[in-house]
């Protein structure tokens, strides 16, 4: 049966030669290779989900009085958009499975490309000739924030109102054109029209996954066609020769079984896990807000970022050049990025490395990228911890104000000191490995020496 | 579950047993893939592993259809969620024991072609439309109009030109405040150590600068600058409800009940916290909003109904390039 | 001088005897002890500096940092004893549920004395089956939830903790109302009316145990749990599963 599918197929498209080169490419083995799988079938989970909640979701900002099974919200006034969600939490069957699915989905989705990223940092990955598949990675990242974003703003609840009234303060703030491109996205000042909802949901459904969707197959063919990166686990592994595992028998299995184990998960979340239970928000409007408001956890470094830059407007007489939330809303996220889209050209610059690298390093092999890499992610943590700093005082007496000159220091200073130390621990750890080849050395030729005795 | 961990299990200690290859039989070929180890016990795993997968897929349409049963999303994702677990752990079962992982060789593709690269550029210049200055400039110049062209009607999404909207405000004077039902407020309904939320009638409730916050100050409490002395009424003052930082409304009353231990009256943005004194015209004294929060002049009409003494002395909401540039208009 | 002794010690030994019959009595003694350092004598309360509780003082002695108590009534004394905000350990601290180490006697002898002190608004008595989940919903959000958070999970306001209102009692809940304890606005009956105040005491007690039908509440506060979910359970889990089906690096 098979050779008859396998026939059928080659005499009408010629693939056959394409098929089996497929079927036993060499997948190098290691468990975190399997990161960007994670990301990419929570990005399958994602899309099953999201196409179910299309079927109920209505993207319409007219107000309607609630009338169903929620009793807090009995004769409340709300979008239709807010009142669909409702719906699909409350009397849609399984829509509440599908609705939590779906938002950890996102969340994993997202924590699985920052792993993922970690991973492809840390051990040179990136460097030639994969520069253009990182580059592609990183736009994903990106864009898949303002996925995730756009996807939980769309409720129209009212911890999402107040952070898309967050993001409007933060497109205000670009300098000169901030108003400018604020109208353009909102048609006209917050909290825009009709107009601006459809364009949320549009871009959320169609436009930002249709990108995602073509950036991931380039960043997969690019994968393919150079063949994956390698450790050199052993002595045949080398800069030309390719050690792994064939699609065919032996990957398969393990992928599919990925796929199982991600779907697994991510359902087991979104039926035993509450995750942001929109009927107890109620809906937004602008004259209302709540303490305790964030944003999802991949924004959050966002949120401390807002937080922690003292309060000025750079202003020239009557001119407001950089209003406040310009600092920590947009300027920090994009220098974090302009820093890892530049990295490995800053790296060749560096270190005088413009060689082709298909062995990936172990991260104490190279201290100064390990040491860049933890001193960046230890200041963006930092910040992004200072972002929680207020419930950190409801929950463990920690005074607000303290926190924030803390984090305001800690900050600038603890990166450079990490980078530091982490740079001292690679090279510690190197030294230690040397010692233990040259012992291991000297003990097999002593050895070899007492057997020919 | 017993079963789900001994597939763990194995699959943490790799072991491959390696076959010691045998002569071809007659009609056998020569293999391309390894023989599969024989492991019975383990096929047995993966095949109960399966069926586990299967009789909680079935629980699943079960529990839908049973919507009357309690906790009935946890029990819907609880049977989906196993069912799929069951079958991954049944898929590395099958990896690490049923099917024979290979470790082959390969070579790393060749990526520079230097031929192929130079015949590429040959076919270009051979063309000779490099050589064509002109018409490259024209090209260039076409192209570029074009670009222009197509990329316009982004500027029919919004205003994105002509900024008036965001001085506009629905606020002139007379205009009656009124409480989110429509009733007007009256000067007596403000009460000291309590805020009070209150529209433009006739507004817009949702737009930014309808939005305000009132609170009445204990007399002599009041320092307010002198361009902004007459925006008090009978020592009530109204403050846009919408922060100057990133636009979250401040629904936040700092109200002391004892002053010389506590801290002064405040309005406070549950956002960011930034942290506006009513006293003195909406300094901010702590957070990152960089501008003071826009005031709006009150007066108290005959029948004590409060109304707006003009417009707010600074633009509503977020700031930007031009939010101290001009006053705000009706 | 032995027959003012005999009277002073009669009369001393009396003391409690009065004390039992009669809670305001009883009262002033338990004033002296715990609350006139700071609120003074005859709960006239100043803005002096304080002087450190002693045991039975007598009242007489002018000094401390306190307000008035003056017509606060027995609802102020209610509410402070009961959850314990009352007596504060330190001059000038932010009042916190604590502890509550007088008896029911004791607070409701203090609450009696303080009452008697002028007067002033007596125990509320809400009824939160009158009121309405919605319009405490719809109350809540836009008067309370901007310090207590939308589900009373408590929050932060520049230079004060809000608290979660989980251990509140109803009859707390509609004192602290009254009376907008430390910097909590004070909403009277002309802006939050009794039947207006059993709704907001009817949600106060739904947010207590609210509508969690989507699984594990974690906090009900939204996503830093959630983060914390995605990877402690989420991430580890399934970096757990990539580790058993992929291979480590071996070491050498």
């Known amino acids: 049966m098979i050779r008859g599918i396998v026939r059928f197929v080659d005499r009408r498209s010629g693939s056959a030669p394409f098929l089996r080169k497929t079927l036993r490419y060499l997948f190098p083995d290691h468990w975190s290779f399997l990161l960007g799988e994670v990301a990419l079938y929570s990005f399958i989970v994602l899309v099953a989900t999201g196409v179910y909640l299309t079927l109920f979701y209505e993207n319409s900002t007219a107000k309607v009085v609630y009338h169903g099974p929620y009793a807090p919200l009995q004769g409340e006034e709300m979008t239709q958009a807010y009142r669909s969600v409702l719906d699909i939490s409350t009397t849609v069957k399984a829509g509440l499975l599908i609705r939590q699915t779906h938002h950890w989905a996102a969340d994993i989705f997202i924590a699985a490309i920052v792993l993922h990223l970690l991973r492809i940092f840390f051990t040179g990955a990136y460097r030639k000739p994969r520069e253009l598949t990182y580059w592609i990675g990183l736009t994903i990242l990106m864009v898949s924030l303002l996925e995730g974003f756009l996807g939980y703003s769309i409720v129209d609840d009212l911890l999402s109102g107040m952070g898309l009234a967050i993001a409007y303060g933060v497109a205000m703030s670009l300098p000169f054109v901030g108003a400018n491109v604020s109208a353009l996205i909102w048609d006209g000042p917050f909290p825009g029209k009709h107009d601006f909802y459809s364009r949320m949901y549009i871009a959320h459904v169609f436009l930002l996954p249709a990108l995602i969707a073509v950036l991931l197959t380039v960043h997969l063919a690019l994968v393919a066609m150079k063949h994956h990166t390698q450790f050199r686990s052993g002595p045949r592994q080398s800069e030309r020769k390719v050690v792994g595992v064939p699609t065919f028998p032996g990957q398969t299995p393990r992928s599919l079984g990925l796929l199982f184990a991600v779907a697994g998960v991510l359902f087991l979340l979104g039926g035993l896990v509450q995750i942001n239970p929109i009927w107890l928000w109620g809906p937004y409007h602008t004259y209302l807000s709540t303490n305790g408001a964030q944003p999802d956890w991949y924004l959050g470094w966002l949120i401390g970022g807002l937080r922690l830059v003292p309060g000025f407007d750079l202003v020239i007489g009557d001119y407001t050049l950089v209003p406040n939330p310009f600092w920590g809303g947009a300027a920090f996220p994009l220098v974090v990025f302009l820093f890892l889209y530049l990295w490995p050209w800053i790296e060749r610059k560096l270190t005088g490395d413009y060689g082709y690298h298909n062995l990936l390093d172990r991260p104490r092999e190279s201290p100064l990228r390990t040491a860049v890499g933890w001193a960046l992610l230890t200041w963006v943590f930092l910040v992004f911890v200072a972002g929680s700093s207020d419930r950190a005082y409801v929950l463990f007496n920690v005074p607000y104000i303290p926190q924030i000159w803390a984090y305001r220091v800690l900050a600038f200073v603890a990166p450079p000191v990490s980078g530091l130390i982490a740079f001292w621990v690679c090279r510690e750890l190197q030294a230690g490995e040397r010692v233990e080849r040259r012992r291991k050395r000297a003990e097999e030729e002593a050895e070899a020496a007492e057997a020919a005795v | 579950m017993g079963r789900a961990k001994d597939a763990l299990i194995s699959g943490i200690v790799l072991l491959l047993r390696r076959r010691k290859p045998r002569p071809l039989g007659p009609g056998e070929r020569e293999r391309v893939v390894p023989p599969a180890p024989d492991n019975p016990g383990w096929e047995l795993t993966a095949v109960l592993l399966l069926l586990a997968g299967a009789a909680c897929a079935i629980a699943f349409v079960v529990v839908y259809v049973l919507d009357r049963l309690p906790a009935h999303t946890q029990l819907l994702g609880l049977s989906l969620g196993l069912s799929l677990l069951f079958i991954a752990a049944a898929l590395i079962v099958t990896a690490h024991r049923l099917i024979v992982t290979e470790e082959l060789e390969d070579d790393y593709p060749v990526l520079e072609h230097p031929e192929e690269q130079e015949l590429i550029v040959q076919v270009v210049e051979d063309s000779g439309l490099t050589r064509r200055r002109l018409l490259k400039l024209a090209l260039l110049t076409a192209g570029g109009a074009l670009t222009a062209a197509v990329l316009t009607p982004i500027a029919s999404l919004g205003p994105a030109v002509d900024l008036v909207r965001f001085y506009a405000t629905p606020w002139r004077r007379g205009t009656r405040l009124v409480d989110e039902h429509g009733k007007p407020y009256k000067a007596s309904d403000i009460e000291e150590d309590n805020f009070y939320t209150a529209f433009a009638e006739g507004s817009d409730k949702e737009a930014l600068p309808s939005s305000l916050v009132l609170v009445r100050l204990p007399k002599g409490s009041l320092k307010l600058p002198r361009e902004l002395a007459h925006y008090a009424a009978e020592g009530i003052v109204a403050y846009s409800k919408i922060c100057t930082h990133a636009g979250c409304a401040i629904s936040l009353y700092r109200a002391p009940l004892f002053q010389p231990d506590e801290p002064t009256p405040a309005l406070v943005c549950p956002c960011h916290y930034s942290t506006f004194n009513p006293a003195d015209g909406g300094t901010v004294t702590f957070g990152p909003a960089g501008r003071k929060l826009p005031m709006l002049p009150l007066l108290v009409a005959p029948n004590g109904e409060l109304r707006a003494g003009g417009n707010f002395d600074q633009p509503v909401g977020p700031s930007w390039w031009g939010v101290r540039e001009r006053k705000p208009r009706t | ?252």
């Open chain 3, 1 to 252: 001088m032995k027959r003012a002794f005999l009277i002073t010690a009669l009369a001393v030994l009396c003391f409690p005897l009065a004390a039992a019959a009669d809670p305001v009595q009883q009262g002033y003694h338990l004033y002296g002890r715990y609350c006139i350092s700071c609120h003074a004598a005859g709960g006239k309360g100043s803005a002096g500096r304080p002087v450190g509780a002693g045991r039975l003082r007598t009242q007489g002695q002018d000094t401390g940092i306190g307000p008035s108590l003056i017509g606060v009534g027995a609802l102020a004394a209610d509410f402070y004893l009961r959850t314990g905000y009352m007596p504060l350990p330190h001059v000038g601290m932010q009042p916190r549920r604590r502890h509550v180490f007088l008896t029911e006697g004791e607070i409701k002898a203090l609450t009696a004395y303080v009452a008697s002190l002028g007067p002033g608004p007596a125990l509320p008595r809400p009824r939160p089956e009158r009121g309405t989940l919605t319009h405490g919903y719809h109350l809540f959000t836009e008067r309370c939830a901007g310090c207590h958070q939308v589900v009373a999970e408590g929050g932060y306001v520049t230079g004060a903790l809000p608290p979660p209102l989980e251990n509140a009692t109803p009859t707390q809940v509609a004192e602290a109302v009254r009376i907008g304890p430390y910097v909590m606005p004070t909403f009277s009956k002309k802006d939050i009316s009794d039947r207006e105040l059993d709704s907001i005491v009817r949600y106060v007690e739904y947010a207590k145990h609210p509508d969690d039908r989507g699984g594990w509440a974690i906090g009900h506060i939204g996503p830093i749990p959630e983060g914390f979910v995605t990877w402690f359970i989420g991430m580890t889990a399934l970096v757990a599963v990539c580790v058993v089906i992929g291979k480590r690096l071996q070491r050498g």
